[in-house]
Nanobody, 128 residues
Framework: QVQLVESGGGSVQAGGSLRLSCEASGLIYDISYCMGWYRQAPGEEREGVGTIDSTGRITYADSMKGRFTISKDNAKNTLALQMNSLKPEDTARYYC?????????????????????WGKGTLVTISS
C-alpha cells in the first residue's frame, strides 16, 4: 500500500520561504508513478500546485507558476516543494499525492484531481 507522509509545514511571515517534503513508501519498483502537490485553504476546494510524471516532466497550475518549484529524488522516493515569496493567501494544508501512471499525470481539477493516494497534509500558515 502506498503511503505518503508530508513534512516541513509551519508558520512564516509574508515574503518568506518554506520547503515541504513528501516521503513515499510502498511504491512498487517497476511501476511508474505520477506525484504531485495540492493544497486546500479553509473553506476552499483542493487545488493543484504541480505534478511530476515518471519522465521528470513537471506541470504547474497556472496560478502557481513562478514561486513554487517541485523536485523529486527517485533514489530516496521523496518529493519536495520549494515555496518562495510566500503570501498570506498561500495559507493552506498542503498535500502530497500519487497515482500509477507511465509518463503522464492527471489534469488538475475534478474528483480527487485524478490522484489515487494521498498524504494527510502539512499545514502552512503565512502571516502578513
Amino acid at each position: 500500500q502506498v503511503q505518503l507522509v508530508e513534512s516541513g509545514g509551519g508558520s512564516v511571515q509574508a515574503g518568506g520561504s518554506l520547503r515541504l517534503s513528501c516521503e513515499a513508501s510502498g511504491l512498487i519498483y517497476d511501476i511508474s508513478y505520477c506525484m504531485g502537490w495540492y493544497r486546500q485553504a479553509p473553506g476552499e476546494e483542493r487545488e493543484g500546485v504541480g505534478t511530476i510524471d515518471s519522465t521528470g516532466r513537471i506541470t504547474y497550475a497556472d496560478s502557481m507558476k513562478g514561486r513554487f518549484t517541485i523536485s523529486k529524488d527517485n533514489a530516496k522516493n521523496t518529493l519536495a516543494l520549494q515555496m518562495n515569496s510566500l503570501k498570506p493567501e498561500d495559507t493552506a494544508r498542503y498535500y502530497c499525492a500519487a497515482i500509477q501512471a507511465n509518463g503522464w499525470c492527471p489534469k488538475f481539477g475534478g474528483r480527487s484531481n485524478g490522484m489515487a493516494y494521498w498524504g494527510k497534509g502539512t499545514l502552512v500558515t503565512i502571516s502578513s
